[in-house]
């Protein structure tokens, strides 16, 4: 991913961030090509031992190349989101004949198809994916039988004999995502839900009201997912509700507060004393929560709340006359296990404090990993891990 005025956004590892320079070349490309994982696999930052590890592969996992290092010893993958490197001599060339799935090519179901949550129908059952949805694949299986795909927030497995490619005389839904560029004004279709990253498995950064100007300063690869800026963050909005704006010249606003009037929450918010983000946090209201604004600041950006008995300040920009639901998401994971005594931490870096020391041998619930940790739950006590002492 390109740099967006020197913000690394998303998790993505950036080469500069390390300090070490190392050549590439362009003769040993192999973007877009598929490999295969012949044993436990870490990744680093960079082409060499001497790069942090931020995480590990399994065997048997399928990975899209980048590009190769210039000594032809590592080669740079796109994982979970991250540019990471990996050792060229534990991966193959994905050669299986997997019904000629392509990855992140658009599919459909042909029958109503479990969902589960490994490539195996030993794996446990999470939700049931309907006949002729279109589905995109994230990954398959070493023996081509099964798919990854994500269905309404929730990530799984399904059996690639229940999956075909979408015809080309079909037109109700495109196989291409809506074409939008860099720098162009653009304004969205509908009431539509911005995220901190590109992609519905990440939180989301607000709401944008139908009509609200947005302007593109970076499309991903895949075309679907374009990054822009508003209020002053980076968040992301998926191209399909966006369409060409050519008359209005500055962004819609968020609608304003209305004393007295009942509003909805569109995020997590917190709850302060004043309005401004240094005054001291009184609570949180959850997403969805409906409340009444009593007073607001003289730019309207802050409104004054009651809630739980609690009289406060939240950030009208997460304010919304329309009941906006939660999204619901599947109490998904998978099981590992701990190969040492091993600190689970409040949040994922060293910096948090320790919450309790996991006894070497013990099973965990992994929920999510990360630039190196892994979102984790052992008895009762939930919290992060580094991921590669669980295996």
Known sequence: MRSIDKVILGGVVVASTIGINYNIASADIV???????????NMRKGPSTDYTLVGTLDKGVKVKAIEKSSDGKWLKINYNSQNVWVNFAYLQKD???NNDIKLDSQYETTANVNMRKGPSTDYTKIIIVPAQTKITPIKSSSDGKWVQINYKNVTGWISAQYIKTVSTTQTPTPTQPNKVEVGKKYKTTEYVRARKGPGTSYDVATVLAKGTQVVPVEILKSGYWAMFKYNN?????????????????????????????DYYTTANLNIRDGASTTSSKIGKIPNGTKVSVVDFNSNKTWAKVVYNNKTG??????LSTKSQAPEQKEDT????TTTQNL??????STDYSIIITIPKNSDVKIYETKS???????????????ASFIK
């Open 333 to 336: 994971y998978w099981t590992g």
């Open 313 to 318: 300040w939240v950030s009208a920009q997460y």
């Open 372 to 386: 190196g940790w892994a979102k984790i739950k052992y008895k009762s006590y939930e919290g992060y891990c580094s």
């Open 233 to 261: 963050q980076y968040m992301y909005v998926c191209t399909d509700y966006l369409e060409s704006d050519n008359q209005s010249t500055t962004p819609t606003e968020p609608e304003k507060p209305i004393n007295g009037k």
């Open 95 to 97: 050669k299986s004949s």
């Open 31 to 41: 973007s877009q090509e598929i490999y295969t994982t012949t044993n436990r696999l």
């Open 343 to 348: 600190n689970m931490r409040k949040g994922p």
